[in-house]
């Protein structure tokens, strides 16, 4: 089951600006609940971060613990961006999965917290 | 005749957020209403659901239900589009078709109902 | 000369809707006004359709009688736009041609009908 | 069923020389014997033509005559190749298809009848 | 670990002649056996059959079995070279393995069983 | 009608090197001959020169008088390998023509004269 | 030097419209004024036109004549703009120069006059 | 360490008007401080100049100067940022670094200074 | 200075069969023995081992210890031949450096050892 | 006037081994001998060295010598070969230029010296 409790962080080296953080995890993959098939897709995460940063090993570890999840792709991507949000509190955050066809059927999903503060 | 009654949905897993939903078919066709030949299209959906979303092989079903329909281009994009407004209520939905060319001439059509609530 | 004349159309199936038409041509040519060689150039024309729709078959038609039209990038844009826009009345409408390149020069003009009704 | 008798041919224009005639067709689709689902995939034909070649419109009718054939994709090329060894009697043909993807997997089947005089 | 008792195969419906068979497979994990982290790669078999033909559903579901293995790469294309020989005799097959990277290193592995009979 | 008295050579500054020429032009179009419809494709041509060279803009007129020639693919191809290896006697010559796609079908025809003395 | 006297002009076809005319010139060369070694570039020029559009033969031997100019990219553009500016008094116009590496940097400077009457 | 005092500046030979400069530098390189190992990534620096522009050769030294540094990506955005603004106070600057991915994550950084005055 | 110390192998699984090892390294850097600045490059190593294979960990840290060498392109291309082969002994050996533009000139160099034994 | 007086050498580091060197430059410009308009284009240089190498500097200065040049696409591209081969003396080397297009041409020569040793 996937396991928020594997995400860290570190403290954000530049608090008073705010800066774009992207992340793009090309190796991703959970498992399909209705075939019990593998879904593989990429990941991608940007966020303006608060006080802390989300550090890269523990969300490649977190990414990881999906691996035998049987979960839908709107339901993953949702999930996601809650255990993230919680974990490192950004200004804002955005979870995109963009996922490998199923029967001809190419589907990228994408949620967003917050609001982004550079665009106001 | 395209079948409307093969679209099913299940319900949306997060309510509460409109995050994007996006599929693209890269296997489409129907039949030309003018010359009985096939047409050859790409069919890319995107939607914020309200409390229901589009079950992917519904959708697949759904969509082969056209391979012998006599449609042109502009009918095929506005059908699908209050078809699956119908059948699933989004608070926002987009449906554009791409297809192969005729002629020399690549056809692309993109019809909208309602308004992303992201942008507003 | 290019003759406007053989523009067809037929009735918008879906009027109530400001939905998006795209047609690109790939194959155009024209003839240079100063040289007597002939340009090549693609065309791409975008637009919400009033009570009616451009005929595909009768478009590439009075595109090929452009082929010995000795006219200017400039002026073959306009003209197409004008010759379109009386023949179906759309409530907007764009004109893009690309141009092979010409002394090393690559040129692309595009010019506009009205204001895309979506963008309000 | 797919249908042969569908393909026509033309007197080859320059049956001295071997030269090599290339058709890659974009929009083919047959049905999969196992699911009942289309297939979509591209085919490509090359061959060194004896006395006649092959008139491209029946090549786009037979081709369009596996539209709902349930047939293998190892089968598909071979029937192709055999019915249009049959009809055109070429020095040389090789057919290829290439197949959109199926539970992630992408096949190409590529068969070939006779030796192209070219390579002696 | 990789279960070739999974693989099928279905008579070569054409085996008078040398065809090439390939597939690509774009969904493909193991695991490190150094680090216990997952490997991702892509899977290119290439084959003319004798008697028999791979059968596809059955070929994604041995790659699957892979997915908790701890095993090298030139380990896993070897291994995978010699159960797919084992089940379907073919006259000639090539696997090849696409690894995403780790820590900057890009690698491929290919590895050949007999020799192209339509090469000679 | 394609003329090829505009054809123009030069003398070839290297006549004792086997040295490879090649001019694509993608600007090229003459008339199917079936339909009265212009076909549009681009010229590749590939050459050792003998004791002259083709001049370019002698060949960019004479490709022009191909406008209006009702002329199929294998001919086309096969005349401009004819009139060009008359004009500059070649020790080798390759002519390929690629066409724009009619019907979802792409057609590549290529013609050799000679044999590529770089080759033996 | 550059000459800004080589441009000419010539009468706007369609001045009762604001459309945008681009050409793109892929061949720029000018001289790097601190090591006297050429520096080559890519210029592309966006304008809606007042009164006179740029004819494009002038426009070619207009940027040849900085062949031999000792000059920096951020002078070279802004010179342009000025020059162009001068003669064909658009309503807005931009110049864009995009320059080949010089120590592994990729350096691109855009400058613009007046403000796009299209974007109101 | 990285050192700003190789930074040098040239004045702004058009300061009159708000024109955008663009350096994309292919060869980065620092170092990982928690594995010691290096990394490797691409710079995008874009400004509006205020009275002095950034020296090309200058900035290459400077950015040589983080070679050995042990510093995360993060930081290293926003350190280059504020050594650029200080040196050369341009009226608007962002600074954005793309990485090579490490774990199968690419993550890219993005900081401004300021707000570009062309956008108001 | 490169150490080729560094280099560890490990023993081929399957010493009896020739397959081919391809790695390629995106992330190189080593210096210029004339200007004392950075040489950047990608390094591509394809092998057939003998009994052993390469390390890939410590083919890492091998070709980073050229991070501060003063080293020709040609010279680095044949030490790195020169160590991979004595450490590891294959059947056959290649070694590619791809570099990035100085001054505006690509350069690649490619040096081999033995022969290839799938070639025979 | 083309100069290869400029051209240096340095002495081939590895002269016991087979391998080949390939420098392209991407910034390349001489004069059309017939309208006096610039000729843009790129030069690849491939050589398997014998007792020299061709120094990179020197390379860049030569072919800026060709700068005011009025000489043939053909003539240009054996002169290289000729005056490489004459200060370095290779086993084996090859000239290609590719040119930007002129008049919907684009033009690549390639003129080779010796056989290349690798290929016995």
């Known amino acids: 089951m996937a396991d928020a409790t594997l995400l860290e ?7 008073d600006r705010d800066y774009l953080v992207e992340h793009k995890v090309h190796e ?19 966020y303006v971060a608060g006080r802390t940063c989300v550090e890269l090993k523990s969300l490649k570890l977190y990414l990881q613990s999906f691996r035998t999840d049987g979960i839908f792709y709107e339901d ?14 950004p200004k804002w955050m955005m979870v995109k999965t963009i996922w490998t066809p199923r029967g001809g059927i190419h589907s990228v999903i994408t949620a967003e917290h917050g609001r982004d503060p550079r665009s106001r």
Chains 1, 2, 3, 4, 5, 6, 7, 8, 9, 10 share one sequence.
């Open 9 to 15: 962080t570190f403290e954000n080296p530049h608090p």
């Open 28 to 46: 991703f993959t959970s498992t399909c609940p209705k075939t019990g098939h593998p879904d593989f897709g990429k990941i991608l995460i940007r």
């Open 76 to 89: 993953v991507t949702n999930v996601m961006l809650i255990d993230l949000v919680r974990v490192c509190a």
